[in-house]
């Protein structure tokens, strides 16, 4: 039985009048991959903006292997969906910034920014202003300043938009590859990407989590061939932006 | 924490050299203009001359006349009647139009006899708004009252002796306005610190700092750094170039390096300020406007300002513009640089500026926190 890294109980939280969430509940084993889903507005972002301590929560109670408390910030990796880069600087560069500003020391932070690069395709690019790349490569060094700390979780936010076939398929790699070393929650609209990749699923809507289990379980429970199926009939078709 | 995140801020602010040319060299650039304002070290004054009896012997009495130490002369010009002179100033050829009555000099005459007590009545006419014109009055006055000093014998009864204060002797009129235009050096380094600061919120950077270990305090420091020595490089460029076109300024370097260390301080706090409220750079520029035209117009930087009183503290009077750091940032490198001013005389503006900068710096830190950074 794997150990739960992360705990999440009871997760409130509110803008005003609206309830964003609604006492969201649940847990990451090591070296699980867990996908959150849900519908646009449903929630996601604003979880994982409230585990990573950006925005507060109402209320909660967050364990980290089992101890109560506000998560350590150097075991959490959190790719945003926004690209946030430093475009005047070369992408060694602001790996290495990145490695400083978490105290990591100076050669394991040349040894693993080298290593990202290589991993995510960009190695040709390492003295190259982060401005002048193409969108997917900017994507890809999005995720790789995630990784500089070497965290426990990595928390993926839309990883995958705004990329090509190729780029999707060596993320989708990546991702896999990094699910050995640690802990990944993935939020995605895309449920390709989170059939291939997650081992759980977590379906968020209206702030509540209105289905869990894996792909296999989620598919066969509602009788759907594919997940966009099982999405669709538990979200229903309305627009929701 | 602070050296690494001011070093690669640095590296980006040395990444776009354009704005920091501009951020360097803006002040110096206003030196310049003010060179174009006050061109020679002699300031000259046009003076149309009517005389219906062409009294040649005064006109060339003040095209000769300068004052005492040669800073000032009168460069007259004959004019064929008083519409004509009217004509010359209002074109701009004259600041100012002399007429000679009929029997001027027969009346002199008449006074060192002493059939008479006063001359026959010169007529003084200009433009009354203009300060070029109460100067040129001035100097056209002294001209002409020293000629009947000297053609009737009669010495005037009031001695007098002028003193300069500090080294205000060797200095040019332009020098008069360095020590404001240094300070505007500082001043405009508003758009930067409020920039950078608010572009920190508008590209998610402060986003991935915040979920780092640095701190707020880190954070801002770090990005402040570099402002600073931008401002401090830009301060002394400025007193470079003044000193490229023969600017005599000279004093406590020390202190004045001090003063403009408290000044840029408390310029980077009110660029927190202003970024607290600003979520993107464009809105931060906009913003940044009022406190700049503040510093600039309100402190005395741009052009000398009237000081209008508050209350008294014992017996210092607390101005209105006193709340404005630059204000004390100004007189303090005036008093410096021209009144050659030692520490004690500079200390009241060194408590002022210190408590202020320390009070903008508090407000700033704090400020931004609550509204870019705090979370739950």
């Known amino acids: 039985m794997k150990e739960p890294v992360l705990t999440v109980k009871d997760l409130y939280k ?21 996908a959150v889903l849900g519908p646009n507005g449903a ?10 301590g950006i925005i507060p929560f109402d209320s909660a109670q967050l364990y980290y292997r089992n101890e109560l408390g506000r998560l350590p910030k150097e ?45 995510l395709g960009l190695i040709d690019k390492r003295r190259a202003l982060a401005g002048s790349l193409s969108g997917g490569m900017k994507r890809r060094l999005n995720v790789a ?8 979780i990595l928390i993926l936010d839309e990883p995958e938009a705004g990329l090509d076939p190729q780029s999707r398929i060596l993320l989708r790699n990546f991702i896999k590859i990094q699910a050995k070393k640690r802990s990944v929650i993935l939020t995605t609209h895309n449920m390709d990407e989170a059939e291939r990749l997650a081992d759980r699923l977590i379906l968020i809507d209206h702030g509540e989590i209105i289905e869990e289990g894996s792909p296999s379980y989620m598919k066969e429970r509602y009788s759907c061939s594919n997940l966009e199926e099982v999405f669709i009939h538990l979200t229903g078709r309305s627009l929701r932006d | 924490m602070i050296g690494k995140i001011a070093k690669t801020s640095m590296k980006e602010q040395l990444r776009s050299p354009v704005i920091l040319l501009l951020s360097l060299l803006t ?32 006109l060339e009495y003040m095209n000769n006349w300068s004052m005492e130490d040669q800073t000032v002369n009168l460069n007259m010009h004959w004019v064929n009647s008083p519409q004509e002179g009217s004509k010359d100033i ?22 060192k006899s002493g059939l008479r007590e006063q001359s026959e009545r010169v007529i003084f006419s200009g433009d009354l708004s203009s300060s070029m014109y109460s100067i040129a009055f001035i100097m056209t006055y002294s001209s002409i009252d020293q000629y009947i000093s000297q053609r009737t014998g009669h010495i005037s009864p009031f001695a007098m002796e002028e003193q300069p204060l500090g080294n205000s002797m060797e200095l040019r009129e332009i020098d008069y306005y360095i020590p404001g235009l240094m300070i505007f050096a500082l001043i405009i380094l508003l758009f930067q610190v409020s920039m950078n600061l608010s572009g920190l919120v508008e590209s998610g950077i402060l986003k991935r700092l915040r979920l780092t270990r640095a701190t707020t305090l880190e954070i801002l420091s770090g990005y402040s750094i570099p402002v600073v020595l931008i401002g401090l490089c830009s301060f002394f460029l400025t007193l470079l170039v003044a000193k490229l076109f023969g600017s005599n300024l000279h004093g406590n370097w020390l202190l004045t390096a001090l003063v403009a260390l408290l000044t840029t301080l408390a310029i980077t706090a009110t660029g927190m300020i202003v970024s607290a409220f600003a979520s993107s750079t464009s809105s931060a520029f906009i913003m940044a406007n009022f406190p700049l035209m503040l510093f600039m117009f309100f402190s005395g930087a741009m052009y000398p300002i009237k000081k209008i009183t508050m209350f008294n503290l014992g017996n210092i009077s607390i101005g209105v513009f006193d709340l404005l750091p630059t204000t004390h940032g100004v007189n303090a490198l005036h008093k410096l640089l021209v009144l050659q001013s030692d520490f004690s005389g500079i200390l009241y503006e ?4 210190t408590l202020l900068t320390v009070l903008f710096l508090a407000f700033g830190v704090r400020l931004y926190y609550k509204r870019q950074m705090e979370i739950g």
């Open chain 1, 14 to 34: 509110s803008y005003g009048r609206v309830e964003a969430l609604k006492g969201i509940s649940y847990s990451l084993k090591e070296h699980e991959i867990l």
């Open chain 1, 43 to 52: 929630g996601k972002t604003t979880e994982i903006n409230c585990l990573c």
């Open chain 1, 75 to 119: 075991k959490l990796g959190l790719c945003p969906q926004e690209l946030i880069i430093w475009k005047k600087l070369s992408l060694i560069e602001q790996l290495i910034y990145m490695g400083n500003l978490y105290e990591v020391p100076k050669n394991i932070s040349s040894l693993r920014a080298e290593e990202l690069l290589v991993n």
């Open chain 1, 145 to 152: 300043l995630s990784l500089m700390h070497d965290p426990e």
């Open chain 2, 27 to 58: 002040a110096p650039l206003f030196v310049l203009i003010y060179v174009l304002f006050f061109p020679s070290e002699t300031s000259s004054f046009d003076v149309a001359y009517y005389s219906q009896e062409r009294n040649q012997a005064l």
């Open chain 2, 90 to 111: 209002e074109q701009g050829e004259a600041q100012v139009l002399v007429i000679i009555p009929e029997g001027f000099e027969d009346s002199l005459d008449q006074v």
């Open chain 2, 350 to 353: 060194l408590i002022c500026l």
